[in-house]
């Protein structure tokens, strides 16, 4: 119940295309949705974050959308440029304790010149 | 900015040897985190610290593995007896709550190779 399950694994797009990495829970205690970016030999690094009382988040190019019924969360990348390429983690926690991130699998994306 | 930072960035050390990783966490923080993440796989929470006592560990975090404060800076993960296992990635992480922000900062890593 614990598990956030991330999809694709990996995803190759090209410069100027829309990335979308999709995850899901399980646990309706997480209240707090953040995506991580990392690129090799980095600590992963906040990218955007959403709670669940609004159904949308954009900061840039980066959206993320949430479906609480459906207990899923997406995260768009408009004009994806090849410095995006990193690894994306979506991950969940109860925000109003101390409490663990548990992350996603991970997504490696590749955004060609 | 202030950042997490992690000494040191690469630990090799032989199975059944102690080691010790080290956090210095931004400084007004109040949670303090260690993760690990196995090569190619997701990044795996081991424990969080507050108020100097453990608030939540994992079933990786085993009696192998104490973290402790020892002074007001730094945070540190010990592994008593490493096994090959225990190579991977272990990210510190820190938290300042409940305000301003709900982020967990993460440092750099340290790479622990165990032979």
């Known amino acids: 119940q614990q598990q956030v399950k991330q999809s694709p694994q990996s995803l190759i797009v090209q410069k100027g295309g829309i990335s979308i990495i999709n995850c899901a829970y399980e646990n309706t205690a997480f209240d707090y949705f953040p995506w991580y970016q990392q690129f090799p030999g980095k600590g992963p690094a906040l990218l955007i974050a959403?709670?669940?009382?609004?159904s949308e988040k954009k900061e840039g190019r980066f959206t993320i959308s949430f479906n609480k019924s459906a207990k899923q969360f997406s995260l768009h990348i408009m004009d994806s440029q090849p410095g995006d390429s990193a690894t994306y983690f979506c991950a969940a926690t109860e925000e109003t304790s101390g409490s663990r991130l548990t992350f996603g699998e991970g997504t490696q994306l590749t955004v060609n010149p | 900015e202030p950042e997490v930072t992690q000494t040191p960035s690469h630990q090799v050390t032989q199975m059944g040897q102690e080691v010790i990783l080290r956090c210095v966490p931004i400084s007004n923080h109040l949670y303090f985190y260690w993760y690990r993440q196995i090569l190619g796989q997701k990044v795996e929470f081991l424990v969080s610290f507050y108020n100097n006592e453990i608030s939540e560990k994992s079933e990786i975090f085993d009696d192998q593995f104490s973290v402790e404060r020892p002074d007001g800076s730094n945070f540190t993960l010990k592994i008593r007896s490493t096994k090959l296992e225990d190579s991977a990635m272990y990210f510190c992480?820190?938290?300042?709550?409940?305000?301003?922000?709900?982020?967990?900062?993460f440092g750099p890593g340290t790479r622990l190779t165990v032979t």
């Open positions: 992480a820190s938290k300042s709550w409940p305000a301003p922000t709900y982020e967990q900062y």
């Open positions: 959403i709670r669940p009382d609004v």
